[in-house]
């Protein structure tokens, strides 16, 4: 394992990191030792948020002895002073640390969630402080949502950015990748394997690791999965052309029906919360049909009042056939939780 520089922070993590999804699903023993096998074999950059339940408990307890050998990165999705010091709070608690090593704002991706988080009751103010009173190292942010995301790094308000890469997502290393560089932010890879829907890791890696300065935060559920990615970092990295063909291959096929998350479709005018339904068998794969019915029942509730007036359609760049895409998510939720009575 090579450790790298996350930008401007100063901070040394592994090079490629452990994101904090899949370990939700797991029992807590599980999880720690799947924790500590990753530090083992040389992971030093643990990824969580507050939204991810229990995830920063079991990562508070795996490391709790040694916290100063970790890099810890959590986030909040509040907007508003309260509630980001009231998760704050919860997260120094839930992870057995009294600092926090990167604190981010969690899915920044529509301009009244900046108006808010930048307001005078807002989440910034209050973090900056909490920076200022040693409870966070350095604040970063995440998004999905490109033109957002070039907007929120250009303001110089954050350390770190946090956006979806991977080969089938890889439109920001254009103007995105370009400006955080010049501004020395610290590069943070989310989803490399698109959020699940890529199942060929080696091909994943192959792609990301042409970007070293890119820290991918893959989700591991199991020590065998931690092995196969540390694995393929001991390897040197050959692209061959046939690898290249094959990433325009997934590319076509998935390009057709994959939700990037960027949120461009919304707000739906009967109140569908459509990015949380379209990509709900997704969820399914990385948290299990039990999990996943709790976690995304109040979005998915609300794809019944689609009225297929296409309004989503006209907006989305990928021209995704969104309410098709919605019932049949619908029909899966139903069936996952008629499944689990
Ligand atoms: S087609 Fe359905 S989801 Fe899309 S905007 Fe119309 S009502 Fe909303
Ligand atoms: S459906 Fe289209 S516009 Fe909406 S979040 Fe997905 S990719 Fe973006």
């Known amino acids: ?21 899949p370990i939700l699903r797991l029992p807590t023993d599980e999880a720690v030792q799947i924790l500590r096998y990753s ?14 339940r229990d995830s ?36 120094l608690k839930m992870l057995q640390t009294d600092y926090i090593d990167l604190y981010q704002l969690h899915q920044v991706s529509r301009e009244q969630d900046w108006q808010q988080l930048t307001g005078p009751e807002g989440a910034l103010g209050a973090l900056v402080k909490a920076k200022e009173a040693g409870k966070i190292r350095y604040i970063g942010i995440t998004s999905h949502s490109l033109p957002m995301a070039v907007k929120l790094i250009k303001t110089d308000l954050f350390d770190t950015i946090q956006f979806p890469f991977n080969f089938i997502e890889d439109e920001p290393k254009d103007e995105l990748h370009t400006t955080a560089r010049t501004m020395n932010l610290g590069l943070i890879a989310m989803k490399p394997f698109a959020g699940g829907a890529l199942a060929n890791a ?28 540390a694995a393929l970092y001991e390897q040197s990295n050959v692209v061959t052309e046939e690898d290249i063909g094959l990433m325009d291959k997934y590319r076509n096929e998935l390009g057709k029906q994959f939700c990037r998350r960027c949120e461009y479709c ?14 709900y068998p997704i969820l399914v794969k990385r948290m299990s049909p039990q999990i996943s019915v709790n976690f995304a029942k109040a979005a998915m509730e609300t794809v019944p009042q689609c009225t297929d007036c296409k309004t989503c359609i006209e907006r989305c760049p990928y021209e995704l056939p969104i309410p098709e895409i919605l019932k049949n998510n619908y029909d899966l939720f139903e069936q996952h939780r008629k499944s689990i009575g």
């Open 39 to 52: 530090f083992d074999k040389g992971i030093t950059f643990y990824d969580t948020a507050n939204a991810y």
């Open 266 to 279: 919304q707000p739906c005018p009967n109140g569908v919360k459509i990015t949380p339904a379209m990509g």
């Open 202 to 229: 080696s091909l994943a890696f192959k792609f990301l690791r042409q970007y070293p300065d890119f820290i991918p935060i893959p989700g591991y559920d199991s020590i065998a999965s931690v092995d196969e990615v």
């Open 56 to 91: 920063e408990c079991k990562i508070g307890k795996a490391f709790s002895d040694i916290r100063h050998k970790v890099v810890i990165a959590t986030k909040t999705g509040k907007r508003d002073a309260d509630g980001a010091l009231e998760h704050l709070e919860n997260s």
């Open 1 to 21: 394992m090579k450790y790298r520089i996350l930008g401007r922070t100063g901070l040394e993590v592994s090079e490629v990191g452990f994101g904090g999804i």
